[in-house]
């Protein structure tokens, strides 16, 4: 012990006046140690003593050693554990796919509007269709335009996702941490955690985010390579209406440029010309995620896994602040391939559960599918941007740090022909996806109220053209209905209600327009899969919200009519909401 500590007896001596004074040898007088005793004996004893005095200090030593040597143990064996650890990930990053794979992924465009440009959101996308092969776009606003980021959550408490990178490729459900954070104390954790998920490589990269994408890639493709998780937490769907934006709602300044006012603001990107959610004013009639926004809370690695949006949507996502988030994009003429490649590569997931395309909880290495065919292009979006994904697109991601963004989407005219895929998707694919809200409601709603809203002569042609194919549709469906039952059409008994309130049991679609309703066993079903009952068909009634009649004559007025409406784009100066001509 006394040489593994480079210690001598002198020094040990030395530090002998340092012991406690139970364990200090007391130096007697020499008349009463050794009396009249000769030099060899006096000797002889000092002697003795030294070695007494000696062992005294090395017992008292060993009674203050053994703690520290045992935690100094255990932290080298820490130490060691992780050095070993680290050194078996470096490792394995060598047999990992290598980063020169990811340099094969495309950006996509960036368009830089004018401020005039950038005034009217839904006509700046009409220009940048060209843009739709790509599957997402990124519109950086002038510089004049950059917002405030408002979003601070005091008084209610943020629930997030539990994400382990390697369980990414398993579908687990994300486990739900309830209620815990507020806006600072997410940041603390997302710091914490992003320290504890550094890794080093082997190799060297151009900037820190190419760096992330192949450290993500890795672990989420070979999760039995990297047997430490990787834990994050994701705070996602935060309801603006509850939690408030991270736009802000309040005047600033009387600029035409100040952020609460500005339709780019996606608290009013809805209310913007050509908007088919104009018509939205109740506030039942608001739909959380859909025409008002949801804000995002993310940390390094925290990842949105491949989806595409609802009754394939627009989307449009801003980042208000922090690190940078990296997206993946599949364009939307390649969804259909992307669904079979998805499928026969998770084929045993999917036997268990086949609704796992809309459960947002599986990802797919980005490389993986470009090797299979499948188009993928790169997006980084930087605080200020925003991105645009088209309909159909497919779309995941990650951040490379802590940031906040915001969501919402977006329906035009020239979405309406996806909203109708997307509904015979659904009703084909059986009780597996319900539609977020009735297309039939968003077309007739727009058709009555057309005066009232800022359209344009090319939106009218757009919407009366979906509106008589709709009306065609459900007048020939009612027909066939009362050949095969008989009877008489009821109306809704309250058709001024929430449009959301009845749900086909087989299709999960909304029947807005019409239902069935078996006085037997009380089932109710669109008109579509009337046929799914096996109850007597004498006691099938059909209700509807307009008659024949009423469809038939508001479908002949707008066609004869709507080439009349004029429709001029507001200046940012006056707010105020334009009507129609009389005229008209």
Same mark, same amino acid.
């Given at each position: 012990?006394?040489?593994?500590?480079?210690?001598?007896?002198?020094?040990?001596?030395?530090?002998?006046?340092?012991?406690?004074?139970?364990?200090?040898?007391? @130096?007697?007088?020499?008349?009463?140690?050794?009396?009249?005793?000769?030099?060899?004996?006096?000797?002889?004893?000092?002697?003795?003593?030294?070695?007494?005095?000696?062992?005294?200090?090395?017992?008292?030593?060993?009674?203050?050693?053994?703690?520290?040597?045992?935690?100094?143990?255990?932290?080298?064996?820490?130490?060691?554990?992780?050095?070993?650890?680290?050194?078996?990930?470096?490792?394995?990053?060598?047999?990992?796919?290598?980063?020169?794979?990811?340099?094969?992924?495309?950006?996509?465009?960036?368009?830089?509007? %004018?401020?005039?440009?950038?005034?009217?959101?839904?006509?700046?996308?009409?220009?940048?269709?060209?843009?739709?092969?790509?599957?997402?776009?990124?519109?950086?606003?002038?510089?004049?335009?950059?917002?405030?980021?408002?979003?601070?959550?005091?008084?209610?408490?943020?629930?997030?996702?539990?994400?382990?990178?390697?369980?990414?490729?398993?579908?687990?459900?994300?486990?739900?941490?309830?209620?815990?954070?507020?806006?600072?104390?997410?940041?603390?954790?997302?710091?914490?955690?992003?320290?504890?998920?550094?890794?080093?490589?082997?190799?060297?990269?151009?900037?820190?985010?190419?760096?992330?994408?192949?450290?993500?890639?890795?672990?989420?493709?070979?999760?039995?390579?990297?047997?430490?998780?990787?834990?994050?937490?994701?705070?996602?769907?935060?309801?603006?209406?509850?939690?408030?934006?991270?736009?802000?709602?309040?005047?600033?300044?009387?600029?035409?440029?100040?952020?609460?006012?500005?339709?780019?603001?996606?608290?009013?990107?809805?209310?913007?010309?050509?908007?088919?959610?104009?018509?939205?004013?109740?506030?039942?009639?608001?739909?959380?995620?859909?025409? %008002?926004?949801?804000?995002?809370?993310?940390?390094?690695?925290?990842?949105?896994?491949?989806?595409?949006?609802?009754?394939?949507?627009?989307?449009?996502?801003?980042?208000?602040?922090?690190?940078?988030?990296?997206?993946?994009?599949?364009?939307?003429?390649?969804?259909?391939?992307?669904?079979?490649?998805?499928?026969?590569?998770?084929?045993?997931?999917?036997?268990?559960?086949?609704?796992?395309?809309?459960?947002?909880?599986?990802?797919?290495?980005?490389?993986?599918?470009?090797?299979?065919?499948?188009?993928?292009?790169?997006?980084?979006?930087?605080?200020?941007?925003?991105?645009?994904?088209?309909?159909?697109?497919?779309?995941?991601?990650?951040?490379?740090?802590?940031?906040?963004?915001?969501?919402?989407?977006?329906?035009?005219?020239?979405?309406?022909?996806?909203?109708?895929?997307?509904?015979?998707?659904?009703?084909?694919?059986?009780?597996?996806?319900?539609?977020?809200?009735?297309?039939?409601?968003?077309?007739?709603?727009?058709?009555?109220?057309?005066?009232?809203?800022?359209?344009?002569?090319?939106?009218?042609?757009?919407?009366?053209?979906?509106?008589?194919?709709?009306? @065609?549709?459900?007048?020939?469906? @009612?027909?066939?209905?009362?050949?095969?039952?008989?009877?008489?059409?009821?109306?809704?008994?309250?058709?001024?209600?929430?449009?959301?309130?009845?749900?086909?049991? %087989?299709?999960?679609?909304?029947?807005?327009?019409?239902?069935?309703?078996?006085?037997?066993?009380?089932?109710?079903?669109?008109?579509?899969?009337?046929?799914?009952?096996?109850?007597?068909?004498?006691?099938?009634?059909?209700?509807?919200?307009?008659?024949?009649?009423?469809?038939?004559?508001?479908?002949?007025?707008?066609?004869?009519?709507?080439?009349?409406?004029?429709?001029?784009?507001?200046?940012?100066?006056?707010?105020?909401?334009?009507?129609?001509?009389?005229?008209?």
């Amino acid at each position: 012990r006394l040489r593994e500590n480079n210690w001598s007896e002198s020094s040990l001596m030395r530090q002998n006046s340092n012991l406690a004074p139970a364990s200090r040898p007391i @130096r007697k007088s020499k008349e009463t140690e050794f009396g009249r005793e000769d030099n060899k004996t006096k000797k002889g004893v000092l002697s003795k003593l030294k070695a007494k005095q000696t062992h005294t200090l090395i017992v008292a030593l060993e009674e203050t050693l053994p703690e520290e040597t045992s935690h100094t143990r255990s932290t080298m064996e820490e130490e060691k554990t992780t050095a070993e650890s680290c050194s078996d990930t470096f490792e394995a990053f060598r047999k990992v796919r290598p980063p020169e794979a990811y340099m094969q992924l495309e950006g996509v465009p960036v368009v830089t509007p %004018t401020l005039e440009e950038f005034e009217n959101p839904l006509r700046l996308l009409a220009t940048l269709q060209e843009y739709e092969r790509f599957g997402a776009v990124i519109i950086r606003p002038p510089r004049r335009w950059r917002p405030p980021c408002v979003f601070d959550v005091k008084d209610k408490k943020l629930t997030s996702r539990v994400q382990v990178l390697q369980t990414l490729t398993k579908a687990k459900p994300f486990e739900q941490h309830r209620e815990a954070f507020t806006v600072d104390t997410f940041e603390k954790l997302a710091a914490k955690l992003e320290e504890q998920n550094k890794f080093k490589t082997p190799f060297e990269f151009c900037d820190r985010l190419r760096e992330n994408e192949f450290i993500f890639w890795s672990i989420v493709e070979n999760p039995d390579m990297f047997p430490k998780e990787v834990v994050v937490e994701y705070a996602a769907d935060l309801p603006s209406k509850d939690f408030g934006s991270g736009f802000p709602t309040k005047n600033i300044t009387k600029s035409v440029t100040d952020p609460s006012l500005h339709y780019f603001n996606l608290n009013n990107i809805n209310k913007s010309p050509n908007s088919l959610f104009q018509m939205v004013k109740a506030q039942s009639e608001r739909i959380s995620g859909i025409n %008002t926004p949801w804000v995002y809370l993310g940390m390094l690695f925290a990842c949105f896994c491949w989806h595409v949006e609802d009754l394939f949507m627009y989307s449009v996502n801003y980042l208000h602040k922090g690190a940078t988030k990296t997206w993946y994009v599949v364009p939307g003429d390649w969804k259909e391939k992307f669904d079979v490649i998805f499928r026969e590569s998770n084929s045993t997931l999917f036997e268990k559960r086949t609704d796992l395309l809309y459960q947002m909880t599986l990802m797919m290495s980005p490389i993986s599918l470009k090797e299979k065919g499948i188009p993928v292009y790169r997006v980084d979006q930087n605080p200020g941007d925003f991105v645009i994904t088209f309909p159909k697109a497919y779309h995941c991601g990650f951040s490379n740090g802590f940031n906040i963004g915001e969501a919402v989407n977006i329906v035009t005219s020239d979405w309406l022909p996806r909203a109708r895929e997307a509904v015979r998707l659904y009703a084909k694919e059986g009780f597996i996806k319900k539609t977020t809200f009735p297309v039939e409601w968003l077309i007739m709603e727009n058709l009555i109220t057309c005066r009232e809203h800022m359209l344009s002569r090319e939106t009218l042609s757009q919407l009366v053209a979906e509106g008589d194919l709709m009306v @065609r549709d459900e007048i020939e469906a @009612r027909e066939n209905f009362r050949k095969t039952h008989g009877g008489s059409d009821v109306p809704f008994t309250n058709d001024e209600s929430k449009f959301f309130r009845n749900v086909c049991k %087989t299709c999960r679609n909304f029947y807005y327009l019409t239902y069935v309703w078996c006085n037997t066993c009380e089932s109710k079903s669109c008109i579509i899969h009337d046929n799914t009952c096996h109850c007597l068909t004498s006691t099938k009634v059909m209700y509807v919200r307009y008659s024949d009649e009423v469809s038939s004559i508001l479908l002949s007025w707008l066609v004869n009519t709507y080439t009349c409406l004029l429709y001029t784009s507001p200046s940012p100066r006056d707010r105020q909401k334009s009507r129609m001509p009389s005229s008209a």
